[in-house]
């Protein structure tokens, strides 16, 4: 379920994040305060890395690591 996020895209979160409070940011897009805390600085190092290394994107997935790990321990690409 990848999808591609551009830098351009990328920007465009990272001035948002750092411009309003993260209550406005769970408000806007029905995340939590965690997630909206921690927001901002995510966006900055990813945007970061990707000007660092010359990328005009990246792809990007709601899946998070945990679930990619299971993946594939199920599918018998890891062993126990």
Do not use: M, Q
Not at 2 to 16: D, F, R
Not at 40 to 45: D, E, K, T
């Amino acid at each position: 379920d990848g999808h591609y996020l551009s830098l351009t895209n990328l920007e465009k979160i990272t001035n948002e994040a750092f411009s309003v409070s993260p209550s406005v940011l769970c408000e806007r897009y029905a995340i939590t305060k965690s997630r909206a805390e921690v927001l901002s600085g995510g966006a900055y190092i990813l945007e970061s890395i990707l000007k660092t290394l010359n990328l005009s994107g990246v792809s990007v997935s709601e899946k998070d690591n945990l679930e990619g790990y299971f993946y594939k321990v199920i599918n018998g690409y890891e062993k126990r």
